[in-house]
């Protein structure tokens, strides 16, 4: 037996007892790291008053943290060989605790921006690492199992974090946002520093250039999608700079990689065509999540004068929905097509997005609970399948190559998402709200022109009416969102064709229906 295979010469020498420890340390760092994606958001303006910032400088607060994460993500395959999977995985989690402290603790803009670019190189390593341990030191017909409770934590993480974070800034101190990863990081670190067995690779020389060219080429796509909107895009210099300078070193990466004897992603898993679908799908899933997840709270709480708590309790439905079926997806992979369940997962998604597009400023709360649960189910159904049928193709010496490459493109697929749908609901209010102004007039039949007699009501009356204008406008520009979320969700299904279904894979569906 290899000794690279965890499932095997690992299991046999852990307890089960000791695996199980191990898993929910594992969860608990991926939780952490995927926590403070979104648990920082709420706090950014009580951080911009307390560090003297102002709204663009406090702004790099959460590029600083995504685009070190990304630039670090594809050395987690390397360092994992060269320093050993435990270590590798503890000095992780320890670094991220203590960063954590010295953001809580930063007293101006620019110690705040250093300590989450040191948050975000160390949090790049968790999620891969703990996905690995997940799948490694799983017996194979469990697997399924495994990632469904993998993927709970990844999904369930950023719908949490603006809940969380609006409570612990609300009760206690926004700095607690990152206080509260010590104690969840110091359970996660015992575990996997006394649990998880050390192993070793034989690591291959690192690529510098390749790393070089890739985390030129993220970097400067990052910084595009956070500051595109604030530089109103390619109306500016510097957005158009940065595109230049993504796609380039994108470019030099591709023929690097090609022509290398010795690239930063083995050449294996490029040509591995399940992983390059599961990315491709990885990207729609994060857009998706993160996107909407972006939306709805600002929608409920502007829109429809939700509080923060009512907020939180709407949109946990959808995570509700999540861990309904995503427990399910598991034991539907190894008796379904695995290329069916991620086509019904889309469809469902894509049918809650046509029923939100329908969606009015009177719409009850009851609508909002309904769709979220029915959007979990959809959501899913697609994390397990598509991160089992992208590595039961992969040896176990590149499953941490291929979950960095999978985690890589689920945080570009949101980043873009984000920016995205900011983009267009930030233009689409402005279009509409011309468009509905252009109606108002003294002879249009929404407008009484009696009040104008009344000089001392005029000031308010326009006021008001530019109020609800303003609201109408930016209900519409939701939903032109909410459409467009439909069509690109729908444009991904026959992405699930091209997944190749291997005779392993459907050997194994027919021993556990055996079973």
């Not at 993480?157 to 609006?166: A, E, F, R, S, T």
């Not at 999540?289 to 709480?301: E, G, N, R, V, Y």
Request: aromatic share 8%.
């Amino acid at each position: 037996m290899s000794a690279t295979d965890f499932s095997g010469a690992h299991l046999q020498g852990l307890s089960s007892s000791k695996i199980v420890l191990l898993k929910i340390a594992a969860m608990l760092a991926a939780v952490m790291q995927v926590l403070d994606m979104t648990i920082a958001n709420v706090a950014l303006p009580h951080m911009q008053a307390a560090l003297g910032a102002n709204q663009e400088s406090v702004s790099w607060v959460l590029t600083s943290y995504i685009v070190a994460s990304a630039i670090a993500l594809p050395a987690t395959g390397w360092l994992s060989n060269h320093l050993g999977r435990r270590t590798l995985f503890s000095l992780a989690i320890f670094v991220f605790m203590v960063s954590s402290v010295l953001c809580g603790i930063a007293t101006t803009i620019e110690e705040m921006v250093i300590f989450r670019i040191l948050q975000g190189v160390s949090g790049a390593f968790l999620s891969p690492m703990a996905q690995t341990v997940m799948f490694d030191f799983t017996p194979e017909k469990q697997r399924g199992q495994a990632m469904a409770m993998f993927g709970m934590g990844v999904m369930i993480g950023p719908i949490l974090g603006p809940i969380l974070g609006g409570f612990l800034t609300e009760y206690l101190d926004w700095r607690w946002v990152f206080f509260v990863n010590v104690p969840i990081g110091i359970v996660a670190l015992a575990g996997v520093a006394v649990i998880l067995p050390e192993l070793r690779e034989r690591s291959r020389p690192f690529d510098i250039t390749g790393f070089i060219l890739l985390g030129i080429s993220l970097a400067a796509l990052q910084l595009m999608l956070d500051r595109g909107q604030h530089k109103e895009w390619f109306e500016s210099i510097e957005i158009w700079l940065e595109l230049l300078i993504a796609l380039s070193a994108f470019w030099m990466f591709c023929v690097h990689i090609a022509t290398s004897s010795n690239p930063i992603f083995h050449k294996e898993l490029i040509a591995n065509r399940n992983l390059v679908v599961g990315s491709a799908l990885m990207i729609i899933l994060g857009m998706i999540l993160i996107a909407t997840m972006a939306l709805l709270p600002i929608m409920l709480q502007s829109l429809f004068g939700y509080p923060v708590i009512d907020t939180g309790i709407i949109m946990a439905s959808r995570g509700l929905g999540v861990m309904t079926t995503m427990g399910l997806a598991g034991r539907l992979a190894a008796r379904l097509d695995i290329r069916a369940i991620i086509s019904v997962g889309l469809l469902i998604i894509a049918a809650s997005f046509y029923e939100m597009s329908l969606w009015n400023l009177e719409t009850s709360n009851l609508y909002f609970v309904v769709n979220g649960f029915v959007q979990g189910l959809g959501m899913g159904l697609l994390f397990v399948p598509i991160t089992l049928m992208a590595y039961s193709t992969l040896p176990a010496s590149l499953r941490t190559d291929g979950a960095s490459i999978m985690n890589l493109t689920r945080s570009i697929g949101s980043s873009a998402g984000i920016s995205f749908v900011i983009t267009i609901l930030s233009r689409s209010s402005s279009a509409s709200h011309e468009g509905l102004a252009a109606h108002i007039t003294p002879y249009s039949m929404y407008f009484d022109p009696s009040w104008l007699i009344r000089s001392d009501a005029t000031q308010a009356g326009l006021t008001m009416m530019n109020m609800e204008v303003t609201r109408q406008a930016s209900m519409i520009a939701y939903i032109n969102v909410f459409h467009i979320l439909l069509l690109i969700t729908i444009s991904f299904v026959p992405m699930a064709l091209f997944i190749k279904k291997s005779k392993a894979d459907i050997g194994r569906a027919e021993m556990s229906l055996m079973e």
